[in-house]
């Protein structure tokens, strides 16, 4: 989204390319509703009030509903109701507290993504799993925000569920069970994945080939005919976001030949790819002065300058 924003801001300043590439993304792009939420903060209504009825076709396939209400209430689309007060934050809770809440019927919406926002800053707790079905909007026709994010940091362990809720009558439950499937496919699907990597890159099909590169991780060093292309795509692609997970791939695949990708991350723009270059880059002078700037820069976030420091000390034991 940083790409996204300077991109805005330049379409403000006259730049044509700009303003017609972030309108082909929100027809096309992966992340486009949050694209789209950007330009209707940004920019003057003329210039994307007539993409309602993209936004009408392609907002079926989200996996949540908006919570903003600009631009969608303005295309007629539904939103999710936002609250008016701040919520007491239910971080104070214990996990089992937590998942009590979750499995009470009586418990709000709102308490209930609450709910999920804590246990998702927690280590993923087991017992979430056959309370996912309950955990749809009371329109049934979407799970709660933040569910999906709660089953997918489960990993292999939601697979048993998963096999069962793809047979189910709700939509959203069904299409989770798939996707988590699919996230964690078995030996037989690895020819699959790399020939649709090498699909995807021929095509130069930017969104998508960093889900395939997290499904391919899984396979480790058996998946190295994979490796050129992810190498290839984190070279090229326009999306920074995605570059983790090309690095991560990579390094679950074949670590040899990573230094200078790792060094090259220090000066990332993405904060997820800085903190693998933090802690997988080699120590030597150049990194250790890079890693030592990023421990004391005051504009970089919490969780980088902690891994910084940690890097540090171990660095000079």
Not at 2 to 22: I, N, P, T
Not at 53 to 80: C, H, K, M, N, Y
Not at 133 to 147: K, T, Y
Not at 306 to 313: K, N, P
Request: hydrophobic share 45%; aromatic share 6%.
């Amino acid at each position: 989204m940083r790409a996204c924003e300077v991109l805005v801001l330049l379409a403000l300043a006259g730049s044509g390319d700009a303003r017609d590439g972030l309108l082909r993304y929100v027809r096309e792009g992966e992340h486009w509703a949050r694209v789209l939420e950007s330009l209707s903060a940004s920019w003057p209504s003329q210039w994307w009030e007539d993409l309602g009825d993209i936004a009408r076709a392609r907002i079926g396939a989200e996996p949540e509903l908006p919570w903003r209400s600009e631009p969608w209430t303005r295309f007629g689309i539904e939103v999710q109701s936002c609250p008016f007060v701040p919520r007491p934050s239910l971080n104070g809770l214990s996990t089992a507290e937590l998942l009590a809440l979750l499995a009470d019927t009586r418990t709000e919406g709102n308490a209930k993504v609450d709910a999920l926002r804590a246990l998702n800053a927690r280590e993923p707790a087991v017992e979430l799993i056959p309370l996912v079905p309950s955990l749809g909007m009371a329109n049934g026709r979407r799970p709660l925000p933040l569910l999906r994010r709660a089953v997918e940091r489960l990993g292999t362990l939601a697979l048993p569920a998963a096999q069962d809720w793809v047979q189910e009558d709700q939509g959203w439950l069904a299409q989770l069970g798939a996707d988590v499937m699919a996230d964690h496919p078995g030996p037989e699907a690895l020819p699959g994945l790399v020939q649709e990597l090498v699909e995807q890159w021929t095509a130069r099909a930017w969104c998508g080939p960093d889900r395939t590169a997290r499904r391919l991780a899984g396979f480790g060093p058996d998946a190295a005919g994979a490796a050129p292309y992810l190498r290839r795509f984190w070279l090229h692609t326009p999306h920074s976001y995605e570059r983790t997970a090309y690095l991560e791939a990579l390094a679950a695949i074949d670590r040899d030949g990573l230094e200078h990708v790792y060094t090259e991350s220090l000066w990332d723009c993405e904060e997820t790819t800085r903190l693998l270059g933090i802690t997988s880059a080699p120590a030597n002078p150049e990194t250790l002065g890079r890693i030592a700037a990023l421990r004391d820069d005051p504009l970089e976030t919490t969780e980088a300058r902690a891994a910084a420091r940690a890097r540090l000390v171990a660095a000079t034991g």
